[in-house]
């Protein structure tokens, strides 16, 4: 046939997986190894599920947010040519910047992403283990606003009992997508599930009706959560419940 | 004026045994009215009927346009400029309080007779069409439930649409969902006749189904003599598999070339075998197409159609290069480092492997070009050539002089191009 | 066809002459100018075409009586006869007013309930003037009338084909707001007007023409003879108890299906009454703008703050719940005015008259938030009884506690009484 020739391109789809990683001071030690680790591992797994996908291909990106925030690299990068750059901790915790970052990139014209014919919703991980110390509120509602970031599936994993759960729920846009870990094997293993699940959900054609992706992420980690020790799904006591109201 | 339209099941619901959601129409009369027609069944699980609303809706569409075309009073639309109106959104999306002009109204009437008795006909196929073996088997309990109560029953049946219709006075189409129309005028210059609506994201979409759904109507039209040589609309399933919209309009400007070269007949035939093909290459998705055009300036317009086509492949041809000359920079810069810790090793890495991808994707596009220019100019045309070139040149390490400042020359080894 | 140029002077009749500044907008019967008049700046409507002597003589005519009521953007001053034309001269629509037809594609939308009933009332105030007048209103759409969003505050515009009644002014009105007996091409007068009425304040209410239905949605054009048909001689209220042909329809007539229910219920059966088949053929028994202007009262009476949620909703004596939030609502304390019944709950506005603007206000006591206070948002002094047979004064802006058995003269008219039911 010749309306497919040479002269056609048809590329494949993608499906972006953003890395938010909190590295402010409180992270340093075992903490940021931890996640060193946990990423460096997961990558290879990533590149599979890419490889294998026949729906689309996953690129990955990076943001670390302390005093300020920075991007590991200045575009997305295919799962098997992501080169993870161990990451250090120290300063604040600027998750307002980092929200305000993430809006500018969530975006064709200026940023990481393409035509939204030909992309599935990105993925988002946030993890952190403390409370901003900026202007979170600021950041996110810019951020709430960025079609990219509202369709995407968000997860976010709370790292020790110090790190703000209603702030990480705010972001996730429910406290069912907060992962809280207390221990560093636990740390290692969500950041492994959550990554994996994300992304093969995330990169799947959806056929799924009502479920949206995010809520598939959810149960799948809650499941997977049993089987963790130090780790737990956000109780729904917490006070994210008026959030949900405002929406 | 002729016109075509097909529509085919897509990778992904052979692998699941789900019918083709979508369905197309197109049709021309003696009185030179022509129509074309795509509408795009909601995938999902609780959208179980919605091949049969997306044939409805359809069949309501070319009927009611029909009536529309013989009933309105022309003068609304004679001599109109070309006009295009967006979806209405509250006042808070949108502070556009524009007089609404009876040509306004009577597109309205129309918009609001289709879903009217797309809703009256699948509410009489429910009540005559209970849950069948199938549908009992596969459909989750909660969606059986709903379509049993019969409330919200349209959302079972839910789809997207959108249409053009021209007669030899004026044209107009409108447009509900996603999906992409695209038309080309006699210079074959390309545009998207009607107003997208932000709120089809992703796999979001703007439905007949909605309660809204009157007010998520988009529409154009014009009455001023002016008209398309060609309008292809295509399923969502089109517009994914193509990623950016320069990739779909090339499609279709390959298929509008094929259809002065190749006839009408080998060029059907040829989508018909394509539409598959590219489902299985590219969104999974169901997909469909429907066009009208204008033989004879089509056919004007060729040379044009190649002329953007190559437009388009130069400029591509001239990004490609920039991306090349930016990774041979990084690498030049970090060789000069030495490039001795972990992240210079990376990034050096990266710029190596950003050439390499970038002299790929440019042989591409010059055999891609090549191809276009001999289209153009014929055998004797001139192959394309650029000072980049198609590959690296060998590198060699290579003794190289170096002014120091205290200690006089000096002489150090680094890469440089093979002459 | 002529048009004016920035910087032409028009003369008028009786003297003086406008400056013609710049066009402000067109349609079918002509253009509108900004013009100057003394120095102050007025509209122009200029007719593309010179329509006949007596089209002028009335509109000559309706100048010199002045307008019905201050909702009427009437026509001040006409001009000579010139440049093959002519026109008339009014006031400026202030830019926070909204044509109608916004409100009903929802780009627009009320601020509150209060300021849906103020345009209501406004409107029935309005046609019993002009009635007063002795005149009839010919051409009535959804293109005459301006409302401000945040007031209600209502402007009647195009006034030059108001005719005294029994004649008829050439430009027919759009079928959609024509009675059924003048879509068959009868003459309008006060009770067609009547009829308009009810339309426009179901269309307020609604958002939606009480029509227009599944009958109507059933043809992809609407021509005049199917027009003739579904306004006149086949005219199905949508809500017909008995006809359930013209049914909304889902996904069109969106509005109506959303508010029809959560209206209050003397609202739907007044309009199911005046819809009936037995009304659309008997103009004189169609309800008189004074009755309307009671309904619209008694509905506003009931229109509360909801003390859960903060909301305005309408209250249903036989079961006093929110609207929105489907909470109780304490319906013990009201206001006696003569025959009506005045809701009292923390927040809520009293229209005492019907002048639109309120009168006094619910608010809670701040030393004690469950004791409800009375406000008085009027100029004029109040003087209440206490139930032991006191008198005391309530200046503007002074307050008085809410408790059973006071009295109150708000003016030499209205004169109403506390109750408390569970005392």
């Known amino acids: 046939m010749s309306l497919l020739d040479e002269t056609v391109s048809v590329p494949r789809r993608t499906m972006t997986l953003f890395f938010v990683i909190d590295t402010s001071g409180s992270m340093a030690g075992s903490k940021i190894g931890a996640v060193n680790d946990a990423v460096v591992n997961v990558l290879p797994m990533l590149d599979e599920i890419s490889v294998t996908n026949p729906d689309a291909e996953i690129k990955v990106a990076a943001l670390e947010f302390s005093t300020g925030c920075s991007w590991l690299y200045n575009e997305p990068k295919l799962a098997s040519e992501f080169v993870w750059q161990d990451v250090q901790a120290s300063g604040l915790t600027s998750l307002g910047a980092a929200c305000e970052e993430l809006e500018n990139k969530l975006s064709r014209s200026k940023g990481f992403m393409q035509s939204a014919s030909g992309s599935f919703a990105p993925a988002i991980i946030l993890l952190s283990d403390g409370a901003p110390t900026d202007n979170f509120e600021a950041g996110l509602d810019k951020l709430k606003c960025n079609n990219w970031f509202k369709s995407a599936i968000k997860v976010a994993i709370a790292i020790g009992d110090d790190a703000d759960k209603d702030v990480l729920s705010r972001f996730t846009g429910t406290n069912e997508a907060v992962f809280t870990v207390h221990n560093i094997d636990a740390l290692k293993q969500i950041i492994r599930v959550v990554a994996v699940t994300s992304s093969q959900i995330g990169s799947k054609s959806s056929t799924a009706g009502e479920t949206t992706k995010q809520d598939q992420v959810i149960n799948e980690v809650q499941n997977a959560i049993d089987n963790i020790d130090g780790a737990e799904v956000a109780t729904k006591v917490d006070s994210s419940s008026y959030t949900d109201d405002w929406d | ?419 | 066809m002529s048009e004016l140029q920035s910087g032409e002077k028009i003369s008028l009749l009786n003297g003086g002459y406008v400056t013609i500044k710049k066009e402000l907008g067109r349609g079918g019967q002509g253009i509108v100018y900004l013009v100057d008049l003394n120095g102050q700046p007025k509209a122009l409507k200029w007719y593309h075409n010179m329509p006949d002597r007596n089209f002028y003589n009335n509109l000559a005519n309706n100048v010199m009586n002045g307008a019905p009521s201050p909702a009427f953007l009437w026509p001040e001053r006409i001009t000579e006869r010139q440049k093959d034309s002519f026109g008339y001269v009014m006031a400026l629509r202030p830019n926070n007013y909204f044509e109608f037809g916004n409100y009903l594609l929802a780009k627009k939308s009320f601020k509150s309930f209060q300021a849906m009933m103020a345009a209501a009332m406004k409107i029935c105030n309005g046609f019993m003037m002009l009635h007063r007048f002795g005149y009839s209103y010919q051409d009535l759409n959804d293109g005459n009338f301006f409302i401000d969003p945040d007031t209600g505050d209502v402007m009647i515009c195009d006034n030059d084909n108001v005719m005294p009644q029994g004649e008829k002014s050439g430009i027919m009105g759009k079928a959609r707001y024509m009675a059924p007996e003048i879509v068959a091409g009868g003459i309008p007068d006060k009770y067609s007007d009547r009829f308009s009425l009810s339309v426009i304040l179901f269309m307020l209410f609604y958002a939606n023409h009480p029509f227009e239905g599944a009958k109507v949605v059933a043809c992809p054009c609407m021509t005049e003879a199917f027009e003739k048909k579904f306004y006149g001689s086949e005219a199905v209220f949508i809500y017909d108890p008995n006809d359930k042909s013209n049914l909304p329809v889902r996904g069109i007539h969106q509005n109506v299906i959303r508010r029809w229910p959560v209206m209050p219920a003397e609202l739907r059966e007044t309009f199911i009454r005046e819809f009936n088949p037995e009304m659309l053929k008997n103009p004189q028994k169609r309800m008189i703008e004074q009755n309307w202007e009671k309904l619209i009262a008694s509905l506003r009476d009931r229109l509360v703050i909801c003390p859960h949620c903060g909301e305005e909703t309408f209250i249903d004596e036989s079961k006093p719940q929110c609207m929105n939030c489907k909470r109780d609502v304490d319906v013990s304390r009201t206001l006696k005015l003569g025959m009506r019944t005045l809701l009292l709950t923390n927040g809520t506005r009293l229209f005492i008259d019907f002048d639109n603007t309120p009168d006094a206000r619910v608010v809670a006591n701040p030393q004690d938030p469950g004791m409800l206070l009375l406000q008085n948002f009027s100029k004029e002094k109040w003087t209440a009884e206490t139930p032991s047979g006191k008198l005391k004064e309530v200046e503007p802006n002074g307050l008085m506690p809410v408790k059973h058995g006071i009295k109150i003269s708000f003016s030499a008219v209205y004169k109403g009484e506390i109750n408390i039911n569970n005392q």
């Open chain 2, 1 to 419: 004026m002729k016109c075509f339209d097909f529509h085919c099941q897509g990778e992904s619901h052979k692998a699941t045994d789900k019918v083709c959601q979508d369905f197309s129409y197109s049709h021309i009369d003696e009185d030179g009215l022509a129509i074309a027609i795509v509408c795009d069944g909601h995938g999902g699980k609780r959208y179980f009927r919605s091949d049969v609303g997306a044939r409805f809706a359809t069949e309501i569409i070319a009927n009611n346009v029909k009536e529309f075309v013989n009933n309105i009073d022309e003068t609304l639309l004679v001599g109109q400029p070309f006009t295009q109106q967006a979806a209405i959104q509250t006042e808070i999306a949108r502070q556009d309080f524009r007089k609404e002009r009876p040509v306004d109204k009577a597109f309205r009437q129309l918009f609001a007779s289709i879903i009217g008795q797309w809703q009256q006909r699948i509410e009489r196929h429910a009540a005559e069409n209970p849950l069948n073996e199938k549908e009992n088997a596969q459909v989750e309990e909660q969606y059986r439930k709903e379509f049993l109560s019969g409330y919200k029953l349209e959302k079972i049946y839910g789809c997207t649409l959108m249409a053009y219709v021209s007669t030899p006075k004026y044209w107009f189409a409108f447009h509900l969902g996603d999906g992409k129309m695209i038309s080309f005028d006699k210079e074959a210059q390309w545009k998207e006749p009607v107003l997208w609506d932000d709120r089809c994201f992703l796999n979001k979409t703007t439905s007949i189904c909605d309660s809204e759904a009157l007010n998520e109507f988009r529409y154009t039209y014009q009455g001023d003599g002016e008209f398309p040589i060609a309008v292809f609309l295509g399923s969502d399933g089109m517009d994914d598999s193509f990623g950016e919209e320069a990739n779909l309009v090339n499609f279709y400007v390959k298929v509008a070339k094929s259809l002065v070269t190749d006839g009408f007949d080998a060029t059907f035939t040829d989508i018909k075998e394509t539409l598959p093909v590219l489902s299985k290459r590219g969104s999974q998705d169901d997909m469909s197409v429907a066009c009208v055009y204008d033989e004879a300036r089509l056919e004007e317009a060729l040379p044009k159609f190649i002329l953007w086509q190559i437009a388009v492949t130069k400029a591509d041809i001239l990004a490609v290069n920039r991306k090349i000359e930016d990774a041979k920079d990084r690498r030049r810069r970090l060789e000069a480092m030495g490039g001795h810790a972990e992240k210079e090793q990376i990034e050096l890495r990266y710029a190596q492997s950003d050439i390499a991808r970038g002299y790929a994707e440019k042989q591409q596009l010059v055999k891609k070009m090549d191809i276009l220019l001999k289209e153009y100019y014929g055998d004797a045309f001139v192959p394309y050539q650029d000072e980049v070139g198609i590959a690296e040149k060998e590198r060699v390490l290579d003794w190289k002089m170096i002014e120091g400042s205290s200690n006089g020359i000096r002489l150090v080894l680094v890469w440089v191009e093979k002459e």
